[in-house]
Each structure stands twice: as C-alpha cells, then as structure tokens.
C-alpha cells in the first residue's frame, strides 16, 4: 500500500473514531429553543429560571448560567407558553412561543424589578423563518397539514408550497405529485437525488430514488424542505432533504374520521366523440385516526389508516381511422399474431390502503423512546406505468407495492446541554409490474400510438433496509456542536426485464405500413436476475456558532461512502467540508450564503445496466422485412 493511501485510510479510521458510535443519514433534529433572560437594562441575569409549558402537561425547567442564557433541546412541534422568574424581578411570560422541527426559536425574557407580586405577559407569534438557519428552509407546519386542501391524499404534495423545489415533470404534476422522489427536484438535480427522512432514519426507495412510505396525512405532525444544506448533519443526497415528523398520543385523547365518495354519473361526456358513452367512473375514500395515553403522562399512542377503492374506465384516445391503419399492418406480422387494437372503454382499478401505529414512552425523566409501524398495500389494474392516453390496453400494465416498516428511536437527555439519540429501521418494499403484453416486441408512434410489450415493465423486486443511526447534541454557550454516524444495509433482489421484447419507432403510420422504422432498441444481458447487498456509510462533526444575535455560522466536515459490489467507479475517501452564513442586518432580513461538496448516492437500478446491451440487430418485426432500417444501432 502506498504511503499516500495509507495516511489516507489512517485520517478516515480516525474521523470515524471521533464520532465513536457506527450508526445512517442525519440525527433529524426537533425543535429547540435558544433564549436569553436579561434585565430591563439589558444585562444577563444568572440563576434566573425558565419554565416551558406545553399543551399537554409537557414541561421542561432549566436555570441560567452567569451570561443568562438557556437552551432547550429535542422539543416536540407546537405552542408553548414559556415563563422566566428570577429573585428580586417579575415572572415574564410568552403564553404563545412556536416550536418547529430542525428549527430554534430565538428569543430574550425581559424581567422588570419587582414592586408588586406581578406578572407580565407577552404573546410572541410564529416566526416567518429561524434566522440562525444557513440553508434556505420551509417548514410546514401541523396547521397546514389538517387545513389546507390536498386532493390526492399525498402529505408530500405541500413539497410544491417551498419555492425551492420544483416539479420534476410538469405535465405529470397537472395530474397528481407522486409521493416519491421522483415527483419534485431541487437545484435542477434529478428527482432522484433527494433524500427524505422519516422519524430519523432515511425513507428511500434506492431502486429508483423515490420514497417508499405513504402515510395518511393524520398521522403527520410537520416537516421541514431543506434546499442544499450547508450543515454536514444534511446529507444522504446531492439535492434536497425533506425530514418529516409523525404525530404522537397525547394524554387527552383525540380522533379524527373522514368519507369520501365520488361518482361519474353527473360527469359531462368526453370531448372529440370517439365513445358512445360516458366512462364508469366511482371511488371511495375513508379514513380514521385516533391517538391518547395508555399511562398518564408515561405511555402515549397514535393510530391512523386510510382505505381508497377506486373504479374506473379508461380508453386509447385513438381515431378508428388509426386503429383500423394499425390492425391491417399488425396482420401482415408474424411476431404480433393475435395482437388487435380496440376502441371504446376498459375497465382500471386502483386501491390503496395506508396504516401506521406509533408508541411512545417515558422511560425516566431524562429518557423517552418511539416505536412505529407502517404498512402500505397499493394496487394499480390497466393504468400502471403513466404511458399517456395514445396508449393501448396492451401496453398498459398493472402493479402491486407492498412496503412494511418499523423503526424506533431512544432519546437520551444527559444533561440540558447534552442530548443523544439512536435511531433504527427495518423495512422491506415489494414490487411487481406486469403488462398485459406478454410477447412480441412494443411499436411506437410519437404522438400517434404506443402499442405491443411496452420497453418496461414486468419487474419484480424485493428490497430490504437495515439502518442504524446514533447522534448527539452538545449546547455551549454560543456553540451547537452536533456528531453523529450512520449505517445502512439495503438488499435487493429483483427481475427487471425492460426492454428485453425490444421497441420499434416509427416515424409516422406510413412508415408502420411500409415497415420503415426510424430505430429498434432491445436490451440483452446474461441474467436478469439480481442479488446483492449495498452499504451506506456516513459520519460528520459539526458546529453552529451563533457569534451574535445577528450572526451564525456552520461549518463542519461529513464522510459518506455509497459502496456497491459493481463494476461502477466508486472512491472510499468522500470528504465533504461545509461552511454556511447567515446574517440578520435588519429584522426583516436574512442573508445566507455557503459552500459545500455534496456526494450523491448511486440508486440500485444503475447496477443492473453495464450488463445490459441495446442492439439494433435481428429485424424481424414487419414485412417486408427488406425495408425495414435501424438508423439507430449500439
């Protein structure tokens, strides 16, 4: 071994040594509040007391140092009343403090000299944005959660309220924001590059990059949109990061229900009069949420589910001009026998059905812990893949996800200044696609038709997550200093089989009945058959320094190493520094700026392609096959 990789291996072996525990991504961060309790003359006040109420009996007392200042860490979203009292002063009150995950409300307690047995009360509101924040950040809140509107059920949707982020395919966003990766980007990255956070363990899908758990929007309490972090706790991906909070029991209950019907009887007829009639159309949506305590103040629970049963029917949107076009060149096929394109209507189904269960747990007064299900059943009949409505029944397909997950967290409050966390998960996602073709090769007409075996689809995969996380907070004075380390273990077993019936494009239905195609694209590969582990690696050290009220600065030093057992290039040594700043000159103003390198993670799919080869060989789709022509060829 060289000296150079030596010393190499040997600054890698120590940087893990540091932050001492092997655990993945981020230790997700609650709320917190950062205060400072001063006289009417604005000096500190020591030994001066800082009392926090919640809604819900949740109460945390801390004494202040010599320079009057208090933190409070690991707070649960919200409003708080806080309260202030020192020997010789009033008691000073805020009855409404809000608190937000990965957010610290900054404020000063301001205590007159005692005259009077006398309390003064002040409401502070919610602040629009946490100017301690280097990145750019959204966060949204349990009130926009219940209130506002979201009509395909799908928490993720309200991604689109950050300015940030933008839908990563227009055209599809009319319709529906899928909840997944896939559906929104940040910076111009690929959809693909995010990375979204559950309850503090990752919740991506590492096939193709998009989440896998669906919750019911009643089990969610709030989520923060963080564009680039420039703290080297965010990581995971090169783009954005959604960490996402679910709701807890509280010790009055509560429960929530809903029913949704919906009907095409009153729907007006389809547009052009390619159908005799109108569509079936009918869906039933119900949904219902409860959560208490179990032990007063000790054990608390959370339940929510939701069930959708959707019918429907669906049709190619092609002329019978084109349709009896295609039929007459598909007869003169003999890899297409027995394929026939139809008009008018069939029958799609969708059913989705959606369940979490958490508990939580007061171990001591100084430790808590978090257990939590999710279950997710969804099934797509005939409109599976998006194909668009020039489509074929026959190169639509259906598909069935299943996805089981359970994770917990134990949080441990050394001290008022010291708190550490460890986070595990165990999941497991299912997939299978199918398409209702199951031979012969697929035939495309930009912007006529799409008919036969489309290029994907009939795929199948399992995909196992075992993921550690462990992180701690240390509070000191004007420093947040922030270590932690990460693990993830995904295995993936799967069938993918895209492209191996192989796609023909024809420029135009001319060109069909001629048999002259632009190009003909098939994948061929050894085995389709996958079987193999990754391992995600990270760990950082991180500090954030509040120098003064109008001040703060980030600056730390990430490790993260995506290993797959390919032949992919892939380098050990991914140290990414971070420095971010933000500065407050006015109240109303917030400057940021930072720099950072940000290591992307490789998705499970790129795995299966250098054993693949596009061809545009074998010519064997139409006749005369003499005129067939592959401009197109690897």
């Not at 309790?37 to 109460?59: F, I, K, N, R, Y």
């Not at 060149?329 to 890899?335: C, K, L, P, T």
């Amino acid at each position: 071994m060289s000296c150079i990789r030596f010393q190499s291996l040997c600054a890698l072996l120590c940087f893990i040594g540091i932050v001492a525990v092997p655990a993945r991504a981020q230790i997700v961060r609650s709320g917190a509040i950062a205060g400072v309790t001063a006289a009417a003359d604005g000096s500190p006040l020591a030994q001066a007391v800082a009392t926090l109420s919640g809604p819900d009996g949740l109460q945390r007392v801390v004494s202040t140092p010599p320079d009057g200042t208090f933190t409070m860490l690991d707070l649960p979203s919200g409003t708080n009343a806080l309260a202030a009292s020192a020997s010789g002063f009033k008691t000073s009150t805020r009855s409404s403090v809000s608190v937000a995950i990965g957010r610290t409300t900054q404020l000063t307690l301001t205590l007159a000299v005692a005259g009077s047995a006398e309390t003064v009360n002040v409401t502070a509101g919610q602040s629009a944005f946490d100017t301690t924040q280097t990145s750019s950040v959204i966060n949204i809140d349990r009130d926009r959660v219940q209130e506002l509107p979201i009509p395909n059920r799908n928490y993720l949707t309200f991604v689109a309220l950050s300015p940030q982020a933008t839908p990563a395919n227009p055209v599809l966003s009319q319709q529906t924001l899928t909840q997944s990766g896939d559906g929104f980007g940040f910076g111009g990255l690929r959809p693909g590059s995010n990375a979204v956070n559950l309850d503090g363990v990752g919740d991506d899908d590492e096939f193709g990059g998009s989440s896998r758990t669906q919750l019911s929007p009643e089990a969610i309490n709030d989520f923060q949109i963080i564009n680039h972090g420039f703290s080297a706790a965010s990581g995971g991906a090169a783009g954005g990061s959604i960490d996402v909070q679910t709701r807890a029991g509280l010790n009055h209950p509560h429960s929530d229900a809903f029913l949704f019907g919906q009907n095409g009887i009153l729907n007006g007829t389809l547009p052009l009069g390619l159908n005799p009639y109108k569509p079936d159309q009918s869906r039933l949506r119900a949904g219902v949420a409860l959560g208490g305590a179990i032990q007063h103040d000790k054990t608390f629970y959370y339940l929510a589910a939701e069930q959708e049963l959707a019918r429907g029917e669906d049709t190619n949107d092609l002329k019978p001009a084109a349709v009896s076009q295609i039929n007459a060149a598909i007869r003169q096929s003999d890899s297409l026998k027995g394929l026939t394109l139809q008009t008018g209507f069939f029958p799609a189904t969708d059913q989705e059905t959606e369940l979490s269960g958490r508990i939580d747990r007061v171990l001591s007064a100084r430790q808590s812990a978090m257990l939590r299900y999710a279950f997710t059943n969804t099934r797509n009949v005939a409109d599976a893949f998006n194909t668009g409505e020039l489509a074929d029944r026959a190169a639509r397909g259906s598909s069935f996800t299943s996805d089981n997950s359970v994770n917990g967290t134990l949080t441990s409050t050394v001290s008022t200044r010291l708190l550490n966390k460890f986070s595990f998960e165990l999941s497991q996602r299912r997939t299978v696609e199918q398409t209702v073709s199951l031979s012969g090769p697929g035939v495309l007409i930009p912007g006529v038709a799409l008919f036969g075996t489309p290029y994907a689809g009939n795929n199948r995969r399992f995909e196992t997550h075992l993921e550690f996380a462990e992180g701690a907070l240390l509070q000191r004075k004007h420093h947040l200093f922030q270590a932690g380390a990460g693990v993830d273990r995904v295995a993936l077993r799967s069938q993918v089989l895209d492209g191996s019936h192989g796609l023909f494009v024809f420029p135009s239905l001319a060109a069909l009945t001629t048999g002259s195609a632009d190009f003909y694209i098939r994948s061929f590969f050894n085995n389709p058959d996958t079987n193999f582990a990754e391992y995600r690696v990270n760990a950082y050290l991180q500090d954030h320094w509040t120098s003064a009220r109008s001040l703060a600065v980030d600056y730390g030093l990430r490790y993260e190493d995506n290993h797959l057992p390919s032949i992919l290039p892939q380098h050990p040594l991914n140290f990414s520094p971070r420095v971010g700043v933000a500065w407050t000159p006015l109240p109303s103003l917030v400057l940021r700026s930072g720099f950072g390198i940000f290591y992307d993670r490789y998705l499970l799919s790129t795995h299966l392609w250098p054993d693949r080869k596009n061809s545009g060989k074998t010519p064997w789709l139409l006749h005369p096959i003499s005129t067939l022509t592959c401009v197109f060829s690897r």
